[in-house]
């Protein structure tokens, strides 16, 4: 059952985020690295990864691949958070304080660890029908 919850509070966080990629989207440009080019190109693709890898844990058979994905898929995001944290970009309209900014960033990995654990098919079982041949 907790699996279940953890389960839809990482899809509530990937669909509020990638509806957030799209109504902010000029705020998101903004964190992300500037080496990287085409920034509002970069934030509305990774609003339609976030909204492809809820639609992938909401189905069992893609939910073990998909949650393996969006692990990656944070990871590979990380450095838009560090990025923000260092260099204290304001987001929403707001300053925010470097204290949360860097506390955004291990708390990407727990994140990732609740994405891991309730999208895992460790607890399925598969029952065989016993023939009673030896």
Known sequence: MLKIIIRGLVCAVF??????????????AGIVPPLLPWPLAIVWATGIMEFGLVLGILMPKLRVITGKLAAIYCLLVLPANIYQAMNDVPIFGAQVTPELLFLRIPLQFVLIAAILWSTNDSDRRVIQKSTGAV
Do not use: S
Not at 15 to 28: L, T
């Open 15 to 28: 669909f509020f985020g990638g509806v957030a990629h799209f109504v902010f989207a000029e705020d998101f």
